[in-house]
Structures are given as C-alpha cells and as structure tokens.
C-alpha cells in the first residue's frame, strides 16, 4: 500500500510516484500508459522535460477508461528561463493545456536560479500563488532550493511551500536541508532517489536485498518511505517500473536503515549541480 503524505488541509500526495527526467517526449505516452497500468498515480514532470504533452495524452486516454482525475496526483515544474511574471503565467497555463487537465495538484520553481532575474524567486512564486487562489495549482512548492534559499522565500511569501524536491539517494542523503524542510513543514521530495542507478550495486545494499530477496532498488527505494520521504523513481522499463512499484510492500529493519544511513557521501555522492552554481537557461 502508497501511503498518502498530507500536503495541506485538504492536499495528500502518494509517497512513491512515477518521475519521467529523461523520457522521451515521443515515449512518453507509452511509459506513462504502462505506469498507470501498473498501479502508479502520481506523476511528476517538469516544463523541462518537454514531454508534457505525451503525458497529458496518456492521462486523457486513462480518465476517458475510467480512471477519476481525482485519483491522479500530477506535478509540473516551471522551467528555467520562465521566471518572470508573464511568462510564469503563460507557460503555467500552457503547461496545463499540453498535460490536458484544468488543474494540477503541485507546481513547483524548478531551480531557484539565484544568478538571473535578480535571484528574486520571491516574486516568481508569488505568482504561483495566484494559481493555488484560482484553483489551478492544488498546492505549490519548490525544488532545489537550499536552506538560504528557503529563508528569502519563507519570508517573502505568503504560503509556504508544500514541497521541496532535491536530490537525495543512500550516496548523498542532504540531511541537513532535509531536516530543516521538515522542521518547517516542508515534505521532502527525493529525485534520482536511486542515485541514477548508481547505487544499485553497492555492497551494503545488495547484500541487504539478498537477505531479504528483494531487489537492490526495492531496498533504495523502502530506505526513502521509512524515511518518510516521497519518492518519484523512473524507469522506461515495465518491468523494472513494477518492481519499483511494489517497493512500497518492503519493510526494512531499523539495523539495515541505519546501515544504508552510513553510506552517505556528502558532495562527493551529489550526481547533478549544486542549486548554488546551476546555470542552465
Ligand atoms: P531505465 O529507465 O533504463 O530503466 P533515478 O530515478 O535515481 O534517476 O534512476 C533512474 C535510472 O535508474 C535510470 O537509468 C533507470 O534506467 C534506472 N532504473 C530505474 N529503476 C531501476 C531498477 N529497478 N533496476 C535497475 N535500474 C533501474
């Protein structure tokens, strides 16, 4: 069983998800359909990924057999070069358009982009805000965003954001930013929650998988819920999106959690940019 994380009052949002950096936009219908197919209900994407509108095929197709949109849990992120007011309004609602829905339940600042548009995030989301007023946007957060990132925003905004989603896998556990989002009621989102794949051979957990005859990133992936954090793996592959899907059935000791605790990194496990030097327009 997915257990749902409380985002607001009313907002739950299914703790394994399905994450699509890197699916083709050509494929993307097809892997969201056998996701879908698989039992996966949350779905995140970004405005990035350019593959929204494959997406939004997939989830149009569902709903027209059955499945209620009220099911779905869908995430979009606003792109890079789209900070500035308009353009955070536009591509919003052309985000919306491609993914075929009236709403999605999560928007979020993909990076904080601290070296353009003044680092003034503060009014970029202020904006978003609009969207959760007019019922577009369920909830609203951010993603790479570090802790100095947060203050400004906690303290400009007027909501605060329901997520933050970083990157953190065994390799690279970014406790700190992870504490601090959820002292401050921030959920924790973990993307390439399997190191891209990379901590899949690590000794510690594929002797834990052995042990307990599951997979190496079932083991990843029960690490992450036990945690408490959501996690969005993704996979072209059906089988291994079944696998990973049935992750949520994995149960670890508290001795193998704290055994995958020690496996962390610091800098040296981060796979992608640090948010601080993220310069891609
Ligand atoms: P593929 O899409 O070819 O299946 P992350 O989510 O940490 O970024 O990791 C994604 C990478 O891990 C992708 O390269 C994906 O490859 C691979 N991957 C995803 N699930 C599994 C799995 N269950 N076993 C092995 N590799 C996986």
Redesign the pocket.
Known sequence: MIVNVPLSESVTIPQLGF?T???DPEQASDVIASALRLGYRHIDTAQMYRNEAGIGQALANAIGAGISRRDLFITTKLNTPNHLPDDVRRTFTQSLQDLQTSYVDLFLIHWPMPMYYNGDFVTTFRVMEEFLADGRARTIGVSNFETHHLDKLLAGAQTVPAVNQIEL?PYFQNRELASYCQEHGIAVES??????????QDATITDIGRRLEI????VVLAWHLAKGYIA??????E???R??FLAAECVLSEEDIARIDELDKGEDGR?GQHPDVFSRL
């Open positions: 994450g950096y890197l699916v896998h993307w390439s929650p399997l190191g891209r794949g990379r901590v899949l997979t190496p990133a079932q969005i793996p993704k996979s072209t592959h089988e291994r999106q696998e990973n796979t």
